[in-house]
């Protein structure tokens, strides 16, 4: 089955800088999304992008995709110490409607020191 | 604005017990999900429903099985549980035509 991997594992970052993290996947997809998890809580949506887009911005979030390399990068600029929290991608390659489910994958652990 | 209602929020049971999580969608969402999340591991999908049938399976153990009822909530129930059952549980609910799900706090489930 389908995953995503991400890497690094793990992320130590000062207050202020940028925080790269990085998702490979396996199959064809119809979008990927990027979740964050406080520890021990809920999983809350940050950002979709369609495997025809090749960069979408939000806020501080910048996500690209490459098809071709099945890849994606979620980069958070101007880190904060409130941006802990562990970061996830999820693929959908379902055919969609009342099939549709996403794939996570391993997760990175960010962890913005003040 | 209204979330994902899991409960209950902590659940203590030994081995070889039963044990019903319940989600509550967020209101008019159609599409309900489970996950389950070992500690320090990626959410796995289990199961999911809608409109209250099952729509899709992934891998969930035989000892589990799931309903949504006609309100939309949903149950998961988990017979003969084993140590390695230990873990926390998502419910997550969407709209139908919609890609983003809106995930619950999760049922963190410990078995001893």
């Known amino acids: 089955s389908q995953q995503g991997e991400e890497d690094p594992q793990a992320l130590s970052i000062q207050e202020g800088e940028n925080a790269t993290m990085n998702c490979s996947y396996k199959t064809s997809i119809n979008n990927l999304q990027w979740y964050r998890q406080n520890s021990g809580r809920g999983l809350v949506h940050l950002i979709l992008?369609?495997?025809?887009?090749r960069e979408k911005h939000s806020g501080r979030l910048r996500v690209t995709l490459d098809t071709s390399k099945k890849s994606s990068s979620l980069l958070i600029t101007a880190s904060r110490a409130a941006d802990t929290a562990s970061y996830f991608c999820a693929t959908d390659a379902g055919s969609g409607g009342s099939n549709y489910k996403l794939t996570f994958g391993k997760g990175t652990l960010l962890t913005v020191n003040p | 604005a209204a979330g994902v209602i899991q409960s209950p929020r902590h659940l203590i049971k030994e081995k070889r017990e039963t044990a019903t999580l319940k989600c509550y969608p967020i209101?008019?969402?159609?599409?309900v999900y489970w996950y389950q999340q070992g500690p320090g591991q990626d959410p796995q999908f289990l199961i999911s429903f809608y409109e209250k049938m099952q729509s899709d399976k992934g891998s969930i153990p035989d000892r589990f099985s799931a309903q949504q009822f006609s309100d939309y909530h949903s149950e998961l129930n988990m017979s003969s549980l084993e140590l390695g059952d230990s873990a926390l549980y998502f419910c997550?609910?969407?709209?139908?035509?919609?890609?983003?799900?809106?995930f619950g706090s999760g049922t963190q489930l410990s078995v001893l």
């Open positions: 209101p008019r969402h159609d599409t």
């Open positions: 997550a609910s969407s709209l139908e035509l919609e890609e983003k799900l809106f």
């Open positions: 992008i369609r495997s025809n887009e």
